[in-house]
């Protein structure tokens, strides 16, 4: 697929998590920069995404990119993020053994296959199952997993030692994640474990992008086709309360 493309996909994708969106666009911008006017593909993507700070985030720095140079220096940046959160998730949380996590996040993956946790639990993540997609690859990384339904947390939490999760936006008051990691975070409460949020400082929303952040509702045929009022968003605050430690490598 070329770059053109991707970036007209990137706006509707339910089920990358916001780093590999963020890092696709960056690339294609880098191979498109001065060949194409992609400046509206990529507005496009802030509005179909508007729930995940890191891809707005991105999106801005490309937009006022001048040149490929400022682009390129922009990806060596990100990764560097991101591999410093990692590095200190790892040095961090290397002596949990037993660990709940949610839905599909590469922090989180690239954080467990450093630790080697004993035991990974995790749900499936309705509807685009994104946690069955996690459980895959710490399968085949040689890690023990184990895959429940979205609301079975509360069965193994007291096997669990701590809880990592992503966040698709770090705000003033409280962390944004799939839906389901409020539940997460109060079962982590009530048992009296950590629950630890690791997120890149892209994650955290810069003042200028606030008011083009919110929460989409989604097809309410994904949950029922009965006539009836349907709730159906991805993602979900959980107040900082709830948090015993945000990791950004910071």
């Given amino acids: 697929m070329d770059c053109v493309k991707v970036l007209q996909s990137l706006g509707s994708d339910r089920v990358s998590s916001s780093n590999t969106i963020a890092l696709k666009m960056i690339g294609c911008s880098i191979e498109l920069f001065g060949k194409y006017n992609y400046s509206k593909l990529i507005r496009n993507i802030m509005e179909g995404q508007p729930s995940m700070a890191v891809v707005l985030n991105v999106a801005n720095r490309i937009l006022k990119a001048k040149n490929k140079e400022e682009l390129l220096g922009l990806k060596r940046e990100f990764l560097n993020a991101e591999k410093n959160t990692i590095s200190k998730a790892v040095d961090s949380l290397k002596s949990y053994r037993k660990v709940a996590t949610i839905s599909y996040s590469r922090t989180v993956l690239e954080t467990l296959k450093f630790t080697r946790p004993k035991r990974v639990f995790i749900s499936v993540s309705h509807p685009a199952r994104e946690g069955e997609k996690l459980a895959q690859e710490l399968i085949s990384c040689g890690l023990d997993v184990v895959l429940f339904e979205d609301v079975t947390y509360s069965l193994v939490m007291k ?43 892209f994650k955290f929303l810069s003042d200028d992008l606030k008011g083009k952040y919110r929460i989409l509702d989604m097809d309410p045929s994904e949950i029922t086709r009965l006539n009836c009022d349907v709730v159906n968003v991805y993602f979900e605050k959980v107040p900082l309360k709830f948090v015993k430690e945000i990791i950004s490598g910071e």
């Fill in 159 to 201: 096997d669990v030692d701590a809880v990592f999760v992503g966040a698709d936006a770090v705000l003033d008051d409280c962390i944004v994640n799939k839906i389901g990691s409020f539940y997460l975070a109060l079962l982590a409460d009530y048992f009296k474990r950590d629950f630890f949020v690791l997120a890149n400082k």
